[in-house]
């Protein structure tokens, strides 16, 4: 019950502290400005990469549901709506479309992410895997990168920026959402 409360509270201090109206552009971002040139290339280039890696995230994620989800010992429902958001919402991030929406899916699944790692006990960032003493960390499939929450962390950052500035002047929401 306290999430709610949160979470409402939330949403009325950030629409409060930067007057924004419940207009659609709020689909899009938390801005109405839609900015071009240098800035918009950026934006695109961020916007385009984040879909792709998502897509490839959470392809094998739908395909292969209840191995994923007994492997994380979640209920399937769960790890539905995290792949569906970052499949669904990697195909909108790459076109630009309801960008701000998809944002926070995926936000919210990397959060959660991030949540369960830290409370693994992971580091924030693990020690290089060359510096690792011969046989002391094996991977799921064998040798490979120690577990840590830094990617989910980097991840979440990326997709605030996105929240906060939007998808920029290449997109779809530019088109439908700009003035």
Known sequence: MIYKFA?????????????LSLGPYLL?????????????????????????????HGYPKITHLRLWADGLKMP???CFLSALSMLGGGI????????LVSSVAIFGSMAFA??????QGLPFVAQDPYLIPEGQYKGPLGIGEPPS??????Y?????????????AYSL?????GR
């Open 156 to 168: 979440c950052i990326m997709f605030i920026v996105l929240i906060v500035l939007g998808p920029g």
């Open 76 to 78: 399937i429902f769960l």
């Open 114 to 119: 991030m949540f369960l790692e830290i409370s």
């Open 92 to 99: 909108c991030l790459l076109v630009g479309f309801l960008t």
């Open 28 to 56: 899009s971002s938390l801005s109405d400005i839609f900015p071009n040139g240098l800035e918009g290339l950026v934006l695109l280039l961020l916007r385009v990469s984040l879909g792709v890696l998502f897509m490839l």
């Open 149 to 154: 929450w830094e990617k989910a962390f980097m």
């Open 7 to 19: 979470i409402g509270f939330a949403i009325a201090f950030l629409l409060g502290s930067f007057h």
């Open 173 to 177: 929401d530019a088109l439908i959402f």
